[in-house]
């Protein structure tokens, strides 16, 4: 005689989205606590916080600004969280001719324009790991760029009017990241240079992407063009980070977490 045993599927591991500043975060955490059961952890002085929105298990934290910070954070989230995938959101200088304030940039690739420990190793290239490029997963970076694209559809004419920017585009591509702000037209001029293909520039995603690829854990990261990475980047960057961000991300990411759900 046989015995049927019933059993549970298993729980699904949580997806982890962060952020460098709270601005890019949009209203998530907000939409975790009315959703009700989140919980804050704080681990190597910083908040995660555990919970589910939008139909995902999420730990949403601030990876803080700087590759050192991001790759604690995304340790931080591997090991003591064991997340199944992450998503970055935020906003970044536009260094593609075409890439203008406002528009989108989903990550297919992300390097570190900073690194250089040649004659020993190539430029760019990681130390004993043989690679500068490191890849976004292509499945998370789709369902990202589909999110993005449907939120310029919905709601583009609308955020341009409203912030009176251009209506947004959204690019695929190359992201670079070091550990400097980028603000004046020589470096960008610089970074055209040497990686022509490179389209927006920031300080988090390739310390990310390398932690991710090392670990196994598939990435993507979208990127907002707050400014031009130029003279004026400061002061376009402050603006945009505490007018437009939060609008951006919160768009973007409950559209990206409700197909996410259902896959």
Request: glycine share 10%.
């Given at each position: 005689m046989s015995v049927l045993v019933e059993t549970k599927p298993a729980a699904r591991r949580p997806l982890g989205v962060l952020a460098a500043l709270p601005e890019e975060l949009g209203d998530l955490i907000a939409a975790m606590r009315e959703n009700g059961g989140m919980r804050t952890v704080t681990h190597g002085r910083r908040d995660y916080h555990v919970g589910s929105v939008h139909g995902v298990p999420c730990v949403v934290t601030l990876a803080r600004i700087g590759k050192v910070a991001a790759a604690a954070t995304v340790s931080a989230l591997i090991h003591a969280f064991d997340v199944e995938a992450i998503v970055f959101a935020?906003?970044?200088?536009?260094?593609?001719?075409?890439?203008?304030?406002?528009?989108?940039?989903?990550?297919?690739?992300?390097?570190?324009?900073?690194?250089?420990?040649?004659p020993l190793f190539p430029r760019y290239e990681v130390p004993l790991l043989g690679v500068s490029r490191f890849n976004a997963d292509p499945s998370l970076a789709a369902r990202l760029a589909d999110a993005c694209e449907r939120f310029v559809a919905e709601e583009g004419a609308m955020l341009a009017a409203r912030f009176g920017t251009q209506l947004p585009r959204v690019h695929r591509?190359?992201?670079?990241?070091?550990?400097?702000?980028?603000a004046s037209a020589a470096e960008v001029e610089a970074l055209r240079?040497?990686?022509?293909?490179?389209?927006?520039?920031e300080m988090e995603g390739a310390a990310i992407a390398q932690v991710?690829?090392?670990y196994g854990?598939?990435?993507?990261?979208?990127?907002?063009?707050?400014?031009?990475?130029?003279?004026?980047?400061?002061?376009?960057?402050?603006t945009f980070l505490s007018e437009i961000a939060g609008t951006y991300s919160a768009?973007?990411?409950?559209r990206f977490l409700r197909d996410y759900a259902v896959t």
């Open positions: 935020g906003v970044a200088g536009g260094v593609g001719r075409a890439v203008r304030i406002g528009d989108i940039v989903v990550s297919d690739a992300l390097l570190q324009h900073d690194l250089d420990a040649s591509g190359l992201v670079i990241s070091g550990d400097r702000f980028v240079d040497a990686l022509p293909d490179a389209l927006a520039v991710c690829y090392e854990v598939p990435c993507a990261v979208v990127r907002t063009i707050s400014d031009t990475a130029d003279a004026h980047a400061a002061a376009s960057f402050e768009g973007i990411l409950s």
